[in-house]
């Protein structure tokens, strides 16, 4: 893949029925830029990916991809995806499948190094029917890698991991992206977002409402998060501080979002003396997401 964006998608359009599952998306994606899509349930990011996978055809708007359609660059093996349900065959081992996928593609990696880099070593034997929820991630991750590809497209690919295969999967997916190789990735894991995106996209209702780095994003919602353990307090009466704006209170400990977190903090200290652990941040992404995407369902 040379010269040109990695892929970008121009005024895409998807309706179903009288749904409009994407409305008008314009993104275009730098070669070796890793990219977060974020968005609740039903904004369209998984239409979106398929679209840019050529699995559905827009209504509306182009998908180019390496310069050409995505089917073309689909057969050239420029593209790995890592869908979120993709069924794997329940009586094939793991190498089996690794194996039989590596060669389909005209320029693929080594079995081998696929089986290391998705870290299915101990499961090479082992039937696909036999493994956990995070093992068949770990094994369709393998599937996309097999055709060492320029663009990894992945949905949900932490989906039933564990802890240690969370960890394990996006140092991975740092070392694919360090040799300048584009990774687009639809997550509800904001915290993963945060510590391993580039850039994020943001859809709500099938709209972009925001796109940009990590920093920008969250500056793009002012305020700051003001943490304090408040004993007896009540919600309501928190609430009602000047410069709060949202209150999250768990067995006596406060988060107040603060559009002022110095009239807050003043406030809360008038009103409740013994509060302790008293701490001020600034928003972070999940914060900025929870603005963003209220303010969109207001408008």
């Avoid at 979002?257 to 200290?269: E, F, G, I, P, Q």
Wanted: glycine share 12%; charged share 20%.
């Amino acid at each position: 893949m040379t010269g040109g964006p990695a892929f970008a998608l121009h005024g895409l359009t998807k309706r179903f029925g009288r749904v409009t599952a994407v409305d008008g998306v314009s993104v275009e994606v730098a070669r070796g830029e890793v990219v977060a899509l974020l968005g609740p349930n039903g904004a369209g990011k998984s239409t979106t990916v398929d679209m840019l996978l050529g699995l559905t055809r827009p209504d509306a708007g182009e998908v180019v991809v390496a310069g050409g359609s995505p089917r073309e660059a689909v057969d050239r093996g420029l593209v790995g995806a890592m869908m979120q349900n993709g069924a794997l065959l329940p009586d094939v081992t793991v190498g089996e499948i690794v194996g039989l996928i590596v060669s389909t593609h005209a320029e693929p990696l080594s079995a081998s190094e696929v089986i290391a880099r998705a870290g299915l070593e101990n499961l090479v034997n082992r039937r696909c029917g036999k493994l956990s929820g995070g093992e068949r991630q770990r094994v369709r991750f393998a599937v996309a890698l097999a055709g060492d590809p320029q663009l990894l497209v992945l949905d949900e690919p932490t989906a039933a991991m564990d802890v240690e295969g969370r960890r394990a999967f996006w140092a991975a997916i740092r070392e694919f992206a360090a040799g300048g190789r584009t990774v687009l990735f639809a997550t509800h894991y904001l915290a993963e977002a945060e510590d391993y995106a580039d850039r994020v996209v943001l859809m709500r209702h099938g709209a972009v409402v925001a796109d940009g780095p990590v920093a920008e994003v969250r500056a793009a919602v002012s305020g700051r998060v003001l943490k304090a353990a408040v004993p007896g307090a009540a919600e309501a009466e928190l609430t009602a501080l000047p410069g709060v704006t949202t209150v999250q209170l768990r067995g006596g400990r406060a988060e107040l979002a603060c559009a002022d977190s110095d009239a807050a903090v003043r406030a809360l200290l008038a009103k409740y003396p013994q509060a302790s652990g008293i701490e001020i941040t600034a928003l972070g992404l999940e914060e900025a997401f929870l603005a963003l995407t209220a303010e969109e369902a207001a408008a």
